[in-house]
C-alpha cells in the first residue's frame, strides 16, 4: 500500500498568518492516464470531510482561494495564505491513484 | 444541491450483520462511481470500497474482502454497503461519497457502526 506521510501533525497558527502541510507519497502518484490523484481534505470538528483540493492544485468550488495545493512526483504541499478561525481542523492528504487509496495521518491546525 | 443521506447503522454484536443505505440526490447519480469511507473514533479515514458507475468495477479494501459487498442501484439513485461478520474492529462512522479517484468531490453525513457485545 501506498504511504502518505504527513508534516507537521500539529499546526499552532495566528490569525492572519500562513501555513503549510507537507505530504509525501512512498510511491509516484502518476496514474496510468496521466494525472496526479493527490486530493486534500478538511475535516472541521464533528463534521464530514470535505474536499479543498483535488488532482494536485485544483481547487474546490467555494473553496477560498487562500487555499493552495502544489507538487509532483512524491512531494505535495497545501498552503493556507492567511489562516482564519474557520480553518482550525484536521486536514488530511488522500491518494486515489493506487487502490487501496490511502491517507496521510492527518494535521491539526489550531489558532495560537 | 447534492445531498447523499446515509442510513442503517447501529449496535450489532460480534459475528452479526447490517446494511448501510446511501441515497443520492441533486445530480445524474448513473453517472458516477460512489465510494464507501469509514472514519473509526479519533483516527483517520479508511477507503472500504468503490463501485464504478455501471457497477461492473468494485474494489475493497484488505480489511473488508469477502465479508462486505458495496452495491447500487441506478434507478433508486442508492448505493449499499452490506457487512457481514462484524468484528469490533468495523465500529467507525460509515460515509458515503461521490467519486473515487479524486477524493469524493461530497460526502454524506457517515451513520454510525458499532460492534459490541
Known amino acids: 500500500d501506498i504511504v502518505m506521510t504527513q508534516s507537521p501533525l500539529s499546526l499552532p497558527v495566528t490569525l492572519g498568518q500562513p501555513a503549510s502541510i507537507s505530504c509525501r507519497s512512498s510511491q509516484s502518484l502518476v496514474h496510468s492516464d496521466g494525472n496526479i490523484y493527490l486530493n486534500w481534505l478538511q475535516q472541521r470538528p464533528g463534521q464530514s470531510p470535505r474536499r479543498l483540493i483535488y488532482k494536485v492544485s485544483n481547487r474546490d468550488s467555494g473553496v477560498p482561494d487562500r487555499f493552495s495545493g502544489s507538487g509532483s512526483g512524491t512531494d505535495f504541499t497545501l498552503k493556507i495564505s492567511r489562516v482564519e478561525a474557520e480553518d482550525v481542523g484536521v486536514y488530511y492528504c488522500m491518494q486515489g491513484t493506487h487502490w487501496p487509496f490511502t491517507f496521510g495521518q492527518g494535521t491539526r491546525l489550531e489558532i495560537k | 444541491q447534492v445531498q447523499l443521506v446515509e442510513s442503517g447503522g447501529g449496535l450489532v454484536k460480534p459475528g452479526g450483520s447490517l446494511r448501510l443505505s446511501c441515497t443520492a440526490s441533486?445530480?445524474?447519480?448513473?453517472?458516477?462511481?460512489m465510494s464507501w469511507i469509514r472514519q473509526a473514533p479519533g483516527k483517520g479515514p479508511e477507503w472500504v470500497s468503490y463501485?464504478?458507475?455501471?457497477?461492473?468495477?468494485?474494489y475493497y479494501a484488505d480489511s473488508v474482502k469477502g465479508r462486505f459487498t458495496i452495491s447500487r442501484d441506478n434507478a433508486k439513485n442508492s448505493l449499499y454497503l452490506q457487512m457481514n461478520s462484524l468484528r469490533a474492529e468495523d465500529t467507525a462512522v460509515y460515509f458515503c461519497?461521490?467519486?473515487?479517484?479524486?477524493?469524493?468531490?461530497?460526502w454524506g453525513q457517515g451513520t454510525l457502526v458499532t460492534v459490541s457485545s
Open positions: 441533486g445530480f445524474t447519480f448513473s453517472d458516477y462511481s
Open positions: 461519497a461521490r467519486g473515487s479517484l479524486w477524493g469524493g468531490d461530497y
Open positions: 463501485i464504478i458507475n455501471s457497477g461492473t468495477t468494485i
